[in-house]
């Protein structure tokens, strides 16, 4: 706001410097105010917590006729006034009248929450904030407000106290539950979760709540079951608990179906155990579960990633009335451009490896296009699986691994039919080298996934990244040797280009392919450095970022 604005509206220059967090400003700016109105200077009186100025301005503000003096000033905090919510004058009065009254405060800033403000609506409750002495209603209202403001932390402390405050009360247990599991902390947060049922059995949000702790804890068949009660009490929660029982299905003992009925007694679930002393207390930290077997743990994420892959079968070309077809048009696509190019342009039809241009061509353009396909993919992830996300059992590097794996899949199969296709045309030969071939390609998969972990990163950081990285591509394409030798290329640019992992890619593929062939620049070593760099460092940002990027955006 300009200055000259500032000056005409004092009230709006006190909220602003408020929610800037400069209480001492907003002070030295009512201490400058000269003349105010009296229904604005009350509005100021209440934000600042100044109660001695409060008596005096009251039965003016409450006169015959003020009621427009205080929209009016409501209005000039941006804060919206009539229409058929709640009447947000009257809890201004409301407040006015009981400045020590916490229901009117609440109820105030509460409005003031809603439409937005919420630095405002914390500086009106920070008055009745008295720590670890401050009523259950304070301080609930106050975890909410500090939520939002992103201080999770002390949201956390507060709803901690609000709950300790009413331990009978539902609603505080289940927003602390819900904070909680955001901490990372589902064994806490199914503590808090129990007492509210044990407060009230119907709780649905409860169940919900103990449903998701139960699953970041492992116990799949009690989270089954309390997902199903939280359906059965509320619709809302119907495909929260279709979507745990689809993705989880697999992991229920064959002898041992879910039940039907709440979870296990033996487990602390007994209806008639949630109230006892033993859920009374909500501790700091709840020691984890006992890591699984190494075995059980990756028979359980190999049959999640077997669940995202048919998922993502279904999925993949669905935008494309071609479907899977275009992934055998695409290269062959490249590959005719590529001959009508050069046919018109005159350049020389032998290849410079081999007989056949096309199978120059194909050896190059299908390693690319495996390599560009993998690392596309995975930019989008965390957005497009917002959704599944909500399953906790379910990881991003669950998805990426689906992804990369039928991508993978996909793009190996359509070398084969392709290669399949030139000998059917007389102008290929099955590889010299079948097994370098397979090597080549598994080098090729590691360095990808190394990538496209980075660009999952870094699309999630920037969506700039999502233009850059197509960019980056075709610039690749034209550098990776698809459609030339090194042997080509004057001395200096050969030396660039083959700094590029790509190149040796290509070189592997074709020495592996053409018989005969072994290729002067082929560096296995300097490729493998290539690929372990780009794992280790995709995996160690995908680590630091994972958390980050589930959250929704």
């Given at each position: 706001m300009a200055a000259g604005q500032d000056a005409r509206r004092p009230l709006a220059a006190i909220g602003a410097a408020i929610e800037a967090g400069l209480p001492g400003q907003a002070a030295a700016l009512f201490e400058a105010w000269s003349d105010p109105d009296p229904a604005a200077a009350l509005v100021a009186l209440l934000l600042l917590d100044r109660r001695e100025g409060l008596a005096a301005l009251l039965p003016r503000a409450e006169a015959p006729g003020s009621e427009g003096g205080l929209a009016a000033a409501l209005r000039e905090l941006g804060l919206p006034v009539g229409g058929p919510g709640p009447d947000m004058v009257a809890a201004l009065l409301g407040l006015a009248r009981g400045p020590e009254d916490e229901t009117a405060r609440v109820h105030f800033a509460s409005l003031v929450l809603v439409a937005g403000r919420h630095r405002l609506a914390e500086a009106l409750l920070l008055p009745a904030w008295a720590g670890h002495a401050s009523s259950a209603m304070v301080a609930r209202a106050l975890s909410g407000t500090w939520m939002l403001l992103g201080r999770e932390a002390e949201a956390l402390e507060a709803a901690r106290i609000a709950a300790e405050a009413a331990p009978q009360a539902p609603e505080p247990m289940e927003h602390l539950a819900g904070l909680l599991l955001r901490a990372g902390q589902p064994g806490p947060a199914l503590l808090a979760a129990g007492r509210a049922i044990g407060a009230a059995p119907q709780s649905h949000q409860g169940w919900r709540l103990a449903s998701t702790g139960l699953l970041d804890l492992g116990q799949t068949a009690e989270a089954i079951a309390a997902a199903?009660?939280?359906?059965?009490?509320?619709?809302?929660?119907?495909?929260?608990?279709?979507?745990?029982?689809?993705?989880?299905?697999?992991?229920?003992?064959?002898?041992?179906?879910?039940?039907?009925?709440?979870?296990?007694?033996?487990?602390?679930?007994?209806?008639?155990?949630?109230?006892?002393?033993?859920?009374?207390?909500?501790?700091?930290?709840?020691?984890?579960?006992?890591?699984?077997?190494?075995?059980?743990?990756?028979?359980?994420?190999?049959?999640?990633?077997?669940?995202?892959?048919?998922?993502?079968?279904?999925?993949?070309?669905?935008?494309?009335?071609?479907?899977?077809?275009?992934?055998?048009?695409?290269?062959?696509?490249?590959?005719?451009?590529?001959?009508?190019?050069?046919?018109?342009?005159?350049?020389?039809?032998?290849?410079?490896?081999?007989?056949?241009?096309?199978?120059?061509?194909?050896?190059?353009?299908?390693?690319?296009?495996?390599?560009?396909?993998?690392?596309?993919?995975?930019?989008?992830?965390?957005?497009?699986?917002?959704?599944?996300?909500?399953?906790?059992?379910?990881?991003?590097?669950?998805?990426?691994?689906?992804?990369?794996?039928?991508?993978?899949?996909?793009?190996?199969?359509?070398?084969?039919?392709?290669?399949?296709?030139?000998?059917?045309?007389?102008?290929?030969?099955?590889?010299?080298?079948?097994?370098?071939?397979?090597?080549?390609?598994?080098?090729?998969?590691?360095?990808?996934?190394?990538?496209?972990?980075?660009?999952?990163?870094?699309?999630?950081?920037?969506?700039?990244?999502?233009?850059?990285?197509?960019?980056?591509?075709?610039?690749?394409?034209?550098?990776?040797?698809?459609?030339?030798?090194?042997?080509?290329?004057?001395?200096?640019?050969?030396?660039?280009?083959?700094?590029?992992?790509?190149?040796?890619?290509?070189?592997?593929?074709?020495?592996?392919?053409?018989?005969?062939?072994?290729?002067?620049?082929?560096?296995?070593?300097?490729?493998?450095q290539w690929t372990i760099g780009c794992l280790l460092a995709g995996t160690a940002l995908f680590a630091a970022s994972a958390r980050q990027m589930r959250r929704p955006a």
């Amino acid at each position: 706001m300009a200055a000259g604005q500032d000056a005409r509206r004092p009230l709006a220059a006190i909220g602003a410097a408020i929610e800037a967090g400069l209480p001492g400003q907003a002070a030295a700016l009512f201490e400058a105010w000269s003349d105010p109105d009296p229904a604005a200077a009350l509005v100021a009186l209440l934000l600042l917590d100044r109660r001695e100025g409060l008596a005096a301005l009251l039965p003016r503000a409450e006169a015959p006729g003020s009621e427009g003096g205080l929209a009016a000033a409501l209005r000039e905090l941006g804060l919206p006034v009539g229409g058929p919510g709640p009447d947000m004058v009257a809890a201004l009065l409301g407040l006015a009248r009981g400045p020590e009254d916490e229901t009117a405060r609440v109820h105030f800033a509460s409005l003031v929450l809603v439409a937005g403000r919420h630095r405002l609506a914390e500086a009106l409750l920070l008055p009745a904030w008295a720590g670890h002495a401050s009523s259950a209603m304070v301080a609930r209202a106050l975890s909410g407000t500090w939520m939002l403001l992103g201080r999770e932390a002390e949201a956390l402390e507060a709803a901690r106290i609000a709950a300790e405050a009413a331990p009978q009360a539902p609603e505080p247990m289940e927003h602390l539950a819900g904070l909680l599991l955001r901490a990372g902390q589902p064994g806490p947060a199914l503590l808090a979760a129990g007492r509210a049922i044990g407060a009230a059995p119907q709780s649905h949000q409860g169940w919900r709540l103990a449903s998701t702790g139960l699953l970041d804890l492992g116990q799949t068949a009690e989270a089954i079951a309390a997902a199903n009660r939280a359906a059965r009490l509320s619709a809302l929660h119907a495909p929260h608990a279709e979507q745990i029982r689809t993705a989880h299905a697999a992991d229920l003992p064959a002898a041992e179906p879910a039940p039907a009925a709440p979870p296990r007694a033996q487990a602390g679930w007994a209806q008639a155990g949630w109230a006892q002393a033993g859920w009374a207390q909500v501790p700091a930290q709840v020691a984890p579960p006992p890591a699984p077997p190494l075995g059980r743990a990756v028979v359980a994420r190999a049959r999640i990633v077997d669940a995202l892959l048919l998922r993502e079968t279904r999925t993949m070309f669905s935008a494309s009335r071609l479907g899977y077809a275009w992934a055998l048009v695409e290269p062959l696509s490249h590959v005719l451009l590529l001959s009508a190019v050069f046919f018109f342009l005159g350049h020389d039809s032998r290849p410079p490896i081999g007989d056949a241009m096309l199978t120059f061509y194909m050896t190059g353009v299908l390693s690319f296009l495996f390599f560009a396909h993998m690392t596309e993919r995975a930019m989008d992830l965390p957005a497009a699986n917002r959704s599944l996300l909500l399953v906790p059992a379910v990881g991003l590097f669950d998805i990426l691994a689906a992804k990369s794996v039928l991508s993978a899949v996909t793009d190996l199969v359509v070398a084969a039919v392709t290669f399949a296709l030139l000998i059917a045309l007389g102008v290929g030969k099955l590889p010299e080298d079948p097994a370098a071939m397979v090597a080549c390609y598994l080098v090729l998969f590691l360095l990808s996934f190394g990538v496209a972990c980075v660009n999952m990163v870094a699309s999630s950081v920037t969506s700039a990244w999502e233009k850059l990285w197509p960019s980056f591509l075709r610039l690749q394409y034209f550098t990776c040797g698809v459609f030339y030798h090194p042997l080509d290329m004057p001395e200096d640019i050969r030396n660039l280009i083959l700094l590029n992992p790509l190149v040796h890619v290509t070189e592997w593929m074709r020495q592996a392919y053409f018989h005969g062939y072994e290729s002067p620049f082929l560096d296995v070593p300097y490729l493998l450095q290539w690929t372990i760099g780009c794992l280790l460092a995709g995996t160690a940002l995908f680590a630091a970022s994972a958390r980050q990027m589930r959250r929704p955006a």
